[in-house]
């Protein structure tokens, strides 16, 4: 069974997204997460372009990995320099990492229009720099950026930079797709064309500019390579790097390809969650494996196939990556829906019995004025446990007022108070916020977390509104969706009604009681 | 040049996506954006699957598309049962669309085991169906479903089912990845292997479940397809469908394969943002191609390098696909846009007053802020001709306040007081509503109306709110669309704030200016 080495750069590359800003101490979280899946090299950051990566490699010395190898990465030499005397070495060698992946320019067209300097000035870059971090007992990688686009003009040349560095020591030559224009055919021809000629190990690092990095990978793989490049969840410049997520099962489940241990595999879907939790990004619901989407039946037929045959309309298990399947709960529900539903949460509910008809009964007529219970499991979920009494009220509401005012000046105030019973006492608190629904979910809160601390572990990380029957204008009856997560996992809760901040309040409960009834 | 035709699936397996609920309407509107843009066919939903698609049919009739035809999506007859009798063909003929598009099962183990008949069966429905609706002068196409999966199985009984589509008279056959699990290579030999067989034309469908939708896509059109299936920003269930959006360019630019002009490919990120409105979705900061993130450049080694040369960082040109560029100031694919819409509005905007860089530069603030004029045209000329000073004041605010209760038994109490300008008379009024929008739309409609009769011919007839940055939870910003008809038009307006009721102050505010400009 072939094995491909793993090489992740989402503490470089994927922070390069736009909206990812890490602390060092986010980092050095996320590098102890990647350690116990079982990648192989984990690339830190750039030493020589700021302080906080510099940072980072000083503590990550601290840190007891298990399995990965922390790398530090930086550019070939400048110009016409000893690599002793060139900075961002220097600071490569500081950052004190056994191994370093050097980047060095593959393309002409970037060493005469960007460097500004010879061909042959570029090779001896390449070699001086690995020669002198081989002499210094490094373990070298070398990343040949824009290796696709310069070996279509000028192939010789490409090829020469990758043969410097592999006759300089480097242990692994490395074939970059940086503008990810590439599309899957030729770069696999590539791969194939160049592969004969690398001793060493052989990787691949793609962008998803064209939407195919993960193909990419996989395809160059096959050709191939035995070390990927990518980061979890695909985060990365522009469109992102490839998909670490995507590329590990793929290779598994299709091509018997081995990276991490099928037990870590499993953990797959909770480590893309945390490091999106870490990274304050919301995982797409859609991502391929992993998102919460990835194995969600909808579709009448598809759903009465899969309860069928579940390969029927899965492309693999979804429990190899610690996925699930999930059957939606939508208008063309039935009860074999509800029942298969009620089976996941272990509530015992029986085909006949009367608790099944009345809860059939009361969610058609949710579902009638608008709720949207697949959009909403948390909901859902709690729906049936109150109707089945597995749970006791945490608080009773006595009553809450929003007050919204713009003045003469334009300028705007929004502020709730509310009023609520928890254990026997009364609790009165006011919030301000930044329109009404935001004072609200201030004022909830603030009446709450003495009495129940844990809730401040959570936060709201997706609001969405929908209005329902358009034509009623603003008296159209709306349906707010919220979304929850705390460091485990992310959940939904709905809410409808007219009064859109009432509709805010039903899905702020659901939101606080799911959070209370999960711990 | 080599050709592909385009088909749309977004109003069909795109609805099927987690989190999306389009009406009618939507659908209509999302139909004529598609046309406009040149898409072949638009598969406008499955008739006989709920009354909601056949509406959409009988309304499309009367959409005055120039270019794209309608499809109407089904499947084959049930076992054992004439054509003509079976309720799903009949709501095929009875859409009434002159295309029609029928899926038959490929793969033996769905024959025998979902659909529970014999293998000869399955060729039977399939020959009759498709007959049936020849009959009937209608053109044929023939989704292949679960066909690679059925392929790897039992190679002869998948090609018979499409040999059957072909010579019962069907004009294309589609292979379809259903579940999405075929890596790039495996599915471009099966399309290399069956191309000799297909004599009609030859059309592609792919999900994204192993995330290379658009690779598979793309390499199907290398190996022989001409006619791909998709939807726009790929939407669909579980991880989504092969995205146009990428689809398109990548096709174009990477190979010179055409399907949309070039000018219609210019309006492609303008098309992918208005179709994300409508279906309520964010669209996808990093998206390919068509995303805001697409071709913004952070790391300063790119940004130098882009700024001596856009090749160095860049797969392709951005305007290609009217996307921009986010590092650099001038903006000449905003100009012309704007002095395009200018000239349909006779303002006589002129490439160099400075009227028009002053425009300019407030528009780009204001899509900054989240304003997004393309789904909103009436506050967009409301703007343009308030700069310009085409028109004076109609009221001024003095202030509003809005409350909202909810006391101890449930009961919901909202309530808007308003005091305007008008004329030089002050007017306060009050009112009662629905929820606090509703109550301050009654409010300015009270204050105004007594002023300006017309007002009382007007009324809203949809409301749509997204939020913008969800990870603020509550304190997000929201941004807030209103439609508003009166007996001969309908006209969009738009707000954005992080207080959703001033959101909507200003979208009621230009609706009502917009109807009192307009008479």
Known sequence: MQKVILYDTTLRDGSQMEGISLTVNDKLRIAEKLDDLGIDYIEGGWPGSNPKDMEFFKKAKKLKLKHSKITAFGSTRRPHISPAKDANVKALLKAGSSVITIFGKSWDLHVREILKTSLDENLKMIKDTVSYLKSKKKKVFFDAEHFFDGYRHNPDYALSTILTAQEAGAEAVILCDTNGG???????????????????????????????????????????????????????????????????????????????????????????????????????????????????????????????????????EPQIVGNRRRILVSELSGKSTLLTKAEDLNLGLKKDSPHTKKILKLLQDLEYEGYHFEAAE?????????????????????????????????????????????????????????????????????????????????????????????????????????????????????????????????ALVDSVEYKLLKG
Chains 1, 2 share one sequence.
């Open 182 to 316: 590439m599309l899957t055919n030729d770069l696999e021809r590539v791969v194939m064309e160049v592969r004969p000629r690398v001793k060493v190990s052989y990787g691949i690092h793609c962008h998803n500019d064209s939407e195919m990095a993960v193909a990419n990978s996989v395809a160059a793989v096959m050709a191939g390579c035995d070390h990927v490049q990518g980061t979890i969840n695909g985060y990365g410049e522009r469109c992102g790097n490839a998909n670490l997520c995507s590329i590990i099962p793929a290779l598994k489940v299709k091509l018997g390809i081995t990276s991490i241990s099928d037990n870590k595999l499993k953990e797959l879907t909770e480590v893309s969650h945390y490091v999106a939790e870490v990274c304050n990004m919301k995982q797409f619901d859609t991502q391929p494996f992993v998102g919460l989407s990835a194995f969600a039946h909808k579709g009448g037929v598809h759903v009465n196939a899969v309860l069928k045959r579940t390969e029927s309309y899965e492309h693999m």
């Open 378 to 506: 948390a909901s859902f979920e709690l729906l049936l446990k109150r109707h089945m009494k597995k749970f006791k009220k945490f608080f009773e509401l006595e009553g809450f007022r929003v007050i919204n005012e713009k003045d003469d000046k334009g300028n705007l105030y929004s502020e709730a108070t509310i009023k609520v019973k928890v254990k026997g006492k009364v609790k009165h608190t006011g919030c301000e916020g930044d329109g009404p629904v935001n004072a609200l979910d201030g004022a909830i809160r603030k009446a709450l977390v003495g009495f129940y601390p844990k809730l401040a572990d959570m936060h709201l990380s997706d609001f969405k509104v929908r209005v329902l029957d358009e034509k009623a204008g603003t008296a159209a009856k709306v349906r707010v969706l919220i979304q929850s997560q705390d460091k485990e996992k992310s959940w939904w809760t709905i809410g409808v009604s007219e009064n859109i901040i009432e509709a805010c309040w039903q």
